[in-house]
């Protein structure tokens, strides 16, 4: 009979997160840690990763801390070369300019660009040989539901989202008869360093609360169940997909609730 309750076991596995220091990157190494995953926590600020596997450390996992910009094509190419092919790899980074698209340089565009999809291409093709190569693995990347939804001031960031989710579904479909698995994950609106601008303007922060069907703002804890799914043999059948966590923003229709 099939061990039901093993579905989410992690153990013996290893796993890389990348952007560990900070948000949805360090509650996800937290939570495959406490499944039994070793974790290799990864950031361009080493520091912040070093200081999340310490904390796995202190709680009884196994983590360790490999600085890591995926800006950079020789800092994944070492990243590599460090840990090898994992298990699981999860990528979480992201930067916005928001500006109106007639107001967006060319540098700026290239700054989104380069690390929102360009870094999230680098990454998963340099690990995702190493993992079709052993023929098993789970990649793991966060799009947005910017990648389905747009909003004034968030048009490259929206492009860069939904071209994620296109280039994660071409890689599932290229590498599942491999047997490795690739699926992206579209948080809806989450208190992380990111969104900081918005928090910080309560009106902005109130109303995007009220957009969302619960009423409220995600926390980082709140998008590590879908990673320990996507991650784990409980999603064994389930392979380019885009898994929205958003509280039923995409859901409902406008910010008005008529009288019924």
């Not at 990649?139 to 939804?149: D, E, L, N, T, W």
């Not at 992206?184 to 992380?192: L, R, S």
């Not at 995600?218 to 898994?243: D, K, Q, R």
């Amino acid at each position: 009979m099939f061990d039901y309750r093993a579905m989410f076991d992690l153990t013996g596995k290893t796993a890389l997160v990348v952007g560990a220091g900070s948000g949805i990157g360090e509650a996800s190494a937290h939570g495959l840690a406490a499944f039994g995953a070793r974790v290799v926590c990864a950031d361009v600020n080493s520091d912040a990763a070093d200081n999340t596997a310490s904390e796995i450390g202190s709680e009884g996992g196994e983590a360790d801390a490999i600085e890591l910009d995926l800006t950079d094509p020789d800092s994944v190419r070492k990243a590599v070369e460090s840990v090898g092919v994992p298990d699981v790899l999860v990528s979480t980074p992201s930067v916005n300019v928001r500006k109106p698209v007639l107001e967006i340089t060319d540098a700026e565009f290239d700054q989104i660009v380069e690390l929102n999809l360009k870094g999230t291409f680098r990454l998963i093709r340099d690990f995702g040989r190493g993992m079709a190569e052993r023929g098993t693995g789970s990649i793991i990347a966060f799009s947005s539901i910017r990648g389905q939804v747009v909003e004034p001031g968030q048009g490259v960031y929206a492009a860069t989202k939904a071209g994620t989710v296109q280039m994660l579904r071409a890689l599932a479909s290229e590498v599942g008869p491999r047997g490795v698995r690739v699926n992206a994950i579209a948080p809806g609106i989450v208190e992380t360093p990111l969104t900081a601008q918005i928090k910080d303007s309560p009106d902005w922060y109130d109303s995007y609360a009220a957009k969302s069907i619960l009423g409220r703002w995600a926390m980082p804890h709140e998008m590590v169940g879908m990673v320990l799914y996507l991650a784990s043999e409980a999603s064994s059948y389930v392979t380019g997909a885009f898994m929205l966590v958003d509280g039923g923003w995409t859901a409902a229709d406008g910010c008005f609730t008529p009288p019924l």
